[in-house]
């Protein structure tokens, strides 16, 4: 099936969508160019987010700023060792006046889902994110009721060496579009936090400068950006490398290659392009495939993390340098 590709006019408001809600999060954040800029093309893509790192260096907050710079429903679980499925999904409440059951939704019933350390609940409670996550529905009591549109799931955790943390299994972990560590901040930017947090809190400073409705039309237009067989074929050969490398137990999954596109689609369109080029594979392989992948033994042994073997694995694969002449898309 031929798509149009988006007009000029298309791109441009979602490159100021864009601009808008990145002004909304360095309000709040510094230095944290990259880990912003993935941020946003994985919800320009209508993906899943997961943020990892040590506790205290802003995931939360991060999660949170997303949260108020869009006008949508945001719901807000925190994840403990004794939540249950039913405290995320929602229950049925029996009504003693008519004698029936009455459905009372979970936090998951929202636009933004803000998932606070998600690995510190048992992972039965994980698990009862994987149908939402996938299908964007929720079943209870065998009802199947869908869920808003858009819907994302933004969630933290911590890694999964400190105490009081459960792993999140491969499964759940693919699920998600791309995973960002957040990371220490320079010392520029550690003196400027204090110099805005001394006594006033920046997420009050935070306020709605899209809605559901425009974001969704945004990811409408993000799908409809184009991708040459020969960039496709660029994104096939990377997800292969990693299932081919000797440093990985585990490569990435087809599902990878679709949202490691999508992702690359949103790029594209944040910076005013009608059509995905190598340099946005480049960019966003590492946040959306590093998750997904298992190191060998041997790789751990010598201290490599998942993030440099897959930068790696794109290091050696061939870069296609010729774009393929394109169809007529629009009328």
Not at 92 to 121: K, L, M, Q, T
Not at 158 to 178: C, I, K, S, W
Not at 291 to 311: C, D, K, L, M
């Amino acid at each position: 099936m031929t798509m149009t590709v988006p007009t000029t006019e298309e791109l441009a408001e979602v490159a100021d969508l864009a601009r808008r809600v990145r002004a909304q999060l360095d309000t709040v954040l510094s230095g944290l160019d990259d880990a912003i800029d993935a941020t946003l093309a994985t919800v320009l893509a209508e993906g899943h987010l997961l943020l990892e790192d040590v506790p205290g260096v802003g995931k939360t907050t991060l999660a949170r700023a997303l949260g108020r710079a869009v006008d949508a429903s945001v719901g807000r679980i925190q994840f403990t060792p004794d939540l249950l499925p039913s405290d995320v999904t929602g229950v049925s409440i029996y009504r003693a006046d008519d004698h029936s059951f009455e459905f009372r939704p979970g936090p998951v019933f929202a636009n933004i889902v803000v998932a606070d350390e998600i690995n510190r609940a048992s992972p039965k409670t994980q698990a009862a994110l994987l149908e939402s996550m996938q299908e964007r529905s929720v079943t209870v009591d065998g009802a199947t009721r869908a869920l808003p549109a858009p819907f994302l799931v933004v969630a933290t955790q911590n890694p999964v060496d400190m105490e009081g943390t459960y792993p999140l299994p491969e499964a759940q972990r693919d699920r998600f579009m791309t995973r960002i560590a957040v990371g220490y901040p320079s010392g520029a930017d550690e003196l400027a936090m204090l110099e805005s947090h001394d006594g006033h809190d920046p997420l009050g400073d935070v306020v709605p400068v899209t809605s559901a409705a425009a974001l969704t039309r945004a990811i409408s237009v993000v799908r409809r950006v184009y991708a040459s067989t020969a960039v496709k074929q660029y994104i096939v050969a990377v997800v292969r490398g990693t299932r081919a490398s000797a440093d990985l137990r585990l490569g990435a999954s087809p599902r990878a290659s679709l949202q490691l596109l999508a992702a690359c689609k949103a790029r594209a369109a944040m910076l005013g392009r009608d059509h995905v080029l190598p340099d946005d594979v480049k960019s966003l392989a590492v946040p959306v495939l590093a998750h997904r992948v298992i190191p060998a033994a041997q790789a751990r042994a010598a201290g490599r993390s998942a993030e440099q073997i897959v930068a790696d694995v794109v290091s050696q694969v061939a870069v296609p340098t010729a774009r393929e002449p394109e169809p007529l898309r629009r009328g």
